[in-house]
């Protein structure tokens, strides 16, 4: 840069200023101008933790803020980004430059692959739920395969209620062809299907979040917690699954109750 030029004068030679055999350059260093163009495509494009740290003025110019640790920040959050290739030849060239060496730490947020991949620093649903070590992840995919699990005795247990529902309304709805158009039958039918409408609407709403959850989990691309939902699913069928045979027996009729169901 043209305001650097006394000092590249006198770092260029043999130099007894220590300054400049410390500070050594940075090879594929992006000018200031590049780095806010970097910063201002990846934050329009995606909105990402570390994009509120600098806020583009909107009649142009540059942001108030450190803008090339905010790029730095973001390309190690998600380093295979097109705008990021300025970044990783930085880190290639100088691996010691403080930015590149944080890119390894714990503390740095986990690397989004969009792609299957290993390793243990992942978010896992929230923003405080990392594994940043082996036993912190371990733990992790156990809770994943227990909620997997939970998951698939919830659904079996929805299913057979649904069964035992059926078989109820078929035996009300000859009741009240006995009992005739009494407002007492008719208001407690009425209560009847509106409180298992209440508990289809509690059996949903709980199935649909974890399902989601889990399908979230999946999307992280890390091949131990996609296992741990899939290996939740298959062993939860296979401890439950031949409970989902009581909802054929409920539509034949053989099924006298279900207490889980009342």
């Given at each position: 840069?043209?305001g650097c030029?006394?000092?590249?004068?006198?770092c260029?030679?043999?130099s007894?200023?220590?300054e400049?055999?410390t500070?050594?350059?940075?090879?594929?260093?992006?000018?200031?101008?590049?780095?806010a163009q970097?910063v201002q495509s990846i934050?329009?494009?995606?909105a990402m933790d570390g994009c509120?740290?600098c806020?583009?003025?909107?009649?142009?110019?540059?942001?108030?803020c450190?803008?090339l640790?905010t790029y730095?920040h973001?390309?190690?959050?998600?380093?295979d980004?097109?705008?990021?290739a300025s970044?990783?030849?930085i880190c290639?060239?100088t691996?010691?430059f403080s930015?590149?060496?944080?890119?390894?730490?714990?503390d740095?947020?986990?690397?989004?692959?969009?792609y299957f991949h290993q390793?243990?620093?992942?978010?896992?649903?929230?923003?405080?739920?990392?594994?940043n070590?082996?036993?912190?992840?371990v733990?992790?995919?156990?809770?994943?395969?227990?909620?997997a699990?939970f998951?698939?005795?919830?659904?079996?247990l929805?299913?057979?209620?649904?069964a035992y529902?059926?078989?109820?309304a078929e035996k009300?709805?000859?009741?009240w062809?006995?009992?005739g158009k009494?407002g007492f039958?008719v208001?407690?039918?009425?209560?009847k299907h509106?409180?298992?409408?209440?508990?289809?609407l509690?059996?949903t709403?709980?199935e649909?979040?974890?399902?989601y959850?889990l399908?979230?989990i999946?999307?992280?691309?890390n091949?131990?917690?996609?296992?741990a939902?899939?290996?939740g699913?298959?062993v939860?069928i296979?401890?439950?699954?031949?409970?989902?045979?009581l909802a054929?027996?409920a539509?034949?009729?053989?099924?006298?109750?279900?207490?889980s169901c009342q």
């Amino acid at each position: 840069m043209s305001g650097c030029a006394d000092y590249t004068q006198m770092c260029s030679n043999v130099s007894v200023v220590s300054e400049c055999k410390t500070n050594t350059m940075l090879p594929g260093l992006p000018t200031t101008q590049d780095a806010a163009q970097y910063v201002q495509s990846i934050c329009s494009s995606m909105a990402m933790d570390g994009c509120d740290a600098c806020v583009f003025p909107a009649g142009g110019g540059y942001p108030q803020c450190d803008i090339l640790s905010t790029y730095a920040h973001l390309c190690t959050s998600m380093p295979d980004m097109d705008q990021c290739a300025s970044f990783k030849s930085i880190c290639q060239a100088t691996p010691s430059f403080s930015l590149c060496s944080s890119s390894g730490s714990t503390d740095a947020p986990p690397s989004m692959i969009m792609y299957f991949h290993q390793g243990i620093h992942e978010y896992v649903l929230f923003k405080s739920w990392v594994p940043n070590n082996n036993g912190q992840y371990v733990g992790a995919w156990f809770a994943i395969f227990f909620i997997a699990v939970f998951y698939q005795g919830l659904n079996v247990l929805r299913s057979n209620c649904e069964a035992y529902w059926l078989l109820s309304a078929e035996k009300g709805d000859k009741k009240w062809r006995l009992l005739g158009k009494n407002g007492f039958f008719v208001g407690y039918f009425a209560w009847k299907h509106t409180k298992i409408d209440l508990m289809r609407l509690v059996f949903t709403f709980i199935e649909s979040t974890i399902s989601y959850a889990l399908m979230l989990i999946t999307m992280t691309f890390n091949v131990g917690l996609f296992f741990a939902v899939v290996t939740g699913l298959a062993v939860g069928i296979f401890f439950f699954g031949r409970h989902r045979s009581l909802a054929g027996l409920a539509e034949a009729g053989k099924l006298d109750g279900c207490a889980s169901c009342q």
